[in-house]
């Protein structure tokens, strides 16, 4: 049985203090850890956090980075030092916290989708190497690691396939630098869903694992036997994350383009795709 968590952007945005509220109510459902979605690690006690676990018997692997449009290694000088101040402060706060790796399109941010000429992608890719290498020496150091995201074509211009974020690590060159793939991106970005898990092979730690319309993963057209299978494949020691969103976390639906109701509630997707996933 695979490690399976829950991210906290379903049912909160900005996370405070007051979020680890839901830590309780996760291990209830029988999740075996939260993922951390975290916009402003400055405003967060990271000791709480560390104590709400424990007491919620509850594990913490990854903290998924929010990268707004102040925070881009592949923007103006500004939006680079941002992104950079806020990508060591989640790996300072995941340090106290116990959790092992920083998670996201750390590379650029989300909503950045334009027409970019190849010239101006290979000087952009120049850029953000040189950050993330920095980033990943910095996670190295702290015995953490950091995982490249792809995402969707209207979400990013800069890494939509496995294929390109195994190129972007492989140009950093750090052990420290793996892979995170997501069903609801590969839905729409790759051809065959298995073959992109294969090629990331054992660089591959964790699948956020939702349906093809960030619904209920199991209630949508996707193949996930082939999924089963891809992963058994590669002798997968990542984790499974129910990633998805809704409308009544406003901040957060509005970035991910949420408008209507996927499935009835947040704990549905939450409850049934938990109760899917432990099946396949």
Same mark, same amino acid.
């Given at each position: 049985?695979?490690?399976?968590?829950?991210?906290?952007f379903?049912?909160?945005?900005?996370?405070?203090?007051?979020?680890v509220?839901?830590?309780?109510?996760?291990?209830?459902?029988?999740?075996?850890? =939260? !993922?951390?979605? #975290?916009?402003e690690?400055?405003?967060?006690?990271?000791?709480? =956090?560390?104590?709400?676990?424990?007491?919620?018997n509850?594990?913490c692997?990854? /903290?998924?980075?929010?990268?707004?449009?102040?925070?881009?290694?592949?923007?103006?000088?500004?939006?680079? @030092?941002?992104?950079?101040?806020?990508?060591?402060?989640?790996?300072?706060?995941?340090e106290i916290?116990?959790?092992?790796? #920083?998670v996201?399109?750390?590379?650029?941010? =989300?909503?950045?989708?334009?027409? &970019?000429?190849?010239? /101006?992608?290979?000087? @952009?890719?120049? &850029? +953000? +190497?040189g %950050?993330?290498?920095? #980033?990943?020496?910095?996670?190295?150091?702290?015995?953490?690691?950091?995982?490249?995201?792809?995402?969707n074509?209207? !979400?990013? *211009?800069?890494?939509?396939?496995?294929?390109?974020?195994?190129?972007?690590?492989? #140009? =950093?060159?750090?052990?420290? +630098?793996?892979l995170?793939?997501? &069903?609801? %991106?590969?839905?729409?970005? !790759?051809?065959?869903?298995?073959?992109?898990?294969?090629?990331?092979?054992?660089?591959?730690?964790?699948? %956020?694992?939702?349906?093809?319309?960030?619904?209920?993963?199991?209630?949508?057209?996707?193949d996930?036997?082939?999924?089963?299978?891809?992963?058994?494949?590669?002798?997968?020691?990542?984790?499974? +994350?129910?990633?998805?969103?809704?409308?009544? /976390?406003?901040?957060?639906?509005?970035?991910?383009?949420?408008w209507? *109701?996927?499935?009835?509630?947040?704990e *549905?997707?939450?409850?049934?795709?938990?109760?899917?996933?432990?099946t396949v």
């Open positions: 049985m695979y490690t399976i968590g829950i991210n906290t379903l049912f909160t945005s900005p996370f405070t203090n007051e979020s509220k839901w830590f309780s109510k996760f291990a209830e459902w029988g999740f075996d850890t =939260v !993922e951390i979605g #975290l916009e690690p400055w405003n967060v006690d990271p000791q709480l =956090v560390k104590k709400a676990l424990t007491d919620a509850l594990g692997k990854t /903290v998924c980075a929010a990268m707004g449009p102040d925070r881009d290694f592949r923007g103006d000088e500004e939006q680079q @030092q941002t992104a950079m101040t806020y990508l060591k402060a989640l790996l300072d706060f995941m916290i116990g959790a092992e790796m #920083l996201g399109p750390l590379y650029s941010s =989300v909503g950045r989708a334009e027409a &970019t000429p190849k010239e /101006v992608y290979k000087e @952009q890719e120049k &850029t +953000v +190497v %950050h993330l290498k920095e #980033l990943a020496a910095y996670a190295a150091g702290k015995g953490l690691k950091i995982a490249l995201e792809p995402l074509r209207f !979400e990013t *211009d800069f890494i939509n396939t496995a294929d390109q974020a195994i190129h972007l690590a492989d #140009l =950093v060159g750090n052990d420290a +630098v793996r995170h793939l997501d &069903t609801f %991106h590969m839905n729409i970005e !790759e051809k065959f869903q298995a073959e992109a898990i294969r090629k990331a092979g054992s660089r591959l730690e964790l699948l %956020h694992s939702c349906g093809c319309d960030r619904g209920i993963p199991g209630n949508d057209h996707i996930w036997a082939s999924i089963r299978q891809a992963l058994k494949d590669i002798d997968f020691k990542g984790q499974l +994350v129910i990633e998805s969103f809704t409308p009544e /976390v406003k901040a957060i639906a509005k970035a991910a383009a949420i209507r *109701d996927i499935e009835p509630s947040g *549905d997707i939450a409850v049934k795709g938990l109760a899917f996933l432990k």
